[in-house]
T-cell receptor, first 114, second 112 residues
Framework: EAGVVQSPRYKIIEKKQPVAFWCNPISGHNTLYWYLQNLGQGPELLIR????????DSQLPKDRFSAERLKGVDSTLKIQPAELGDSAVYLC????????????FGEGSRLTVL | QQQVKQSPQSLIVQKGGISIINCAYE??????FPWYQQFPGKGPALLIAIRPDVSEKKEGRFTISFNKSAKQFSLHIMDSQPGDSATYFC???????????FGEGTQLTVNP
């Protein structure tokens, strides 16, 4: 069974440019998460979806970050405009709704803002 | 708000030795405590987890010890191997809220 798929794996952009990350969760997983991981730090939750509904987006900087999960499957995380401090790894994870404790992570999208 | 504090930040162990990583939490609503292992360039992967109704859980060479009164838990890796070299994250979760809060991570190096 395929794991969580993320793209692109790496992205380098100039500051003030937009960027988007895509995530395809494990089939059948209703819960999808976007986490931010700075170098040498633990992942921090940005947003959590239950199917199509964003149920926890309190940590998402809504002035520049947006996310969507159309049809309750794939998800896109967008940053517009990007700032230097946004350089980090953006991790997508999914989990079965009936056992939220185990998250299955993708390999992440590493963003570098110049 | 830092709710899970992890130590040490880095750890070097000889092959065959015991690796010990400690975590302390503040949120008494946490009722699930997983450990995740992350290799460079990969996402974290669940290693082992414990609920607060037990004091210890063992899976192969990996053991979690849990002290509810002290709000502390630790990961012990017995007979550490070079392949165990990775970053380890403890975490806490409120099942009702489903938000997983991670510690800062411990970079483990096992020398051959």
């Amino acid at each position: 069974e395929a794991g969580v798929v993320q793209s692109p794996r790496y992205k380098i952009i100039e500051k003030k440019q937009p960027v988007a990350f895509w995530c395809n969760p494990i089939s059948g997983h209703n819960t999808l998460y976007w986490y931010l991981q700075n170098l040498g730090q633990g992942p921090e939750l940005l947003i959590r979806y239950e199917n199509e509904e964003a149920v926890d987006d309190s940590q998402l900087p809504k002035d520049r970050f947006s996310a969507e999960r159309l049809k309750g499957v794939d998800s896109t995380l967008k940053i517009q405009p990007a700032e230097l401090g946004d350089s980090a790894v953006y991790l997508c994870a999914s989990s079965p709704t009936n056992f939220p404790g185990e998250l299955f992570f993708g390999e992440g999208s590493r963003l570098t803002v110049l | 708000q830092q709710q899970v504090k992890q130590s040490p930040q880095s750890l070097i162990v000889q092959k065959g030795g015991i690796s010990i990583i400690n975590c302390a939490y503040e949120n008494t609503a946490f009722d699930y405590f997983p450990w995740y292992q992350q290799f460079p360039g990969k996402g974290p992967a669940l290693l082992i987890a414990i609920r607060p109704d037990v004091s210890e859980k063992k899976e192969g060479r990996f053991t979690i010890s849990f002290n509810k009164s002290a709000k502390q838990f630790s990961l012990h890796i017995m007979d550490s191997q070079p392949g165990d070299s990775a970053t380890y994250f403890c975490a806490g979760q409120e099942t009702s809220g489903s938000r997983l809060t991670f510690g800062e991570g411990t970079q483990l190096t096992v020398n051959p």
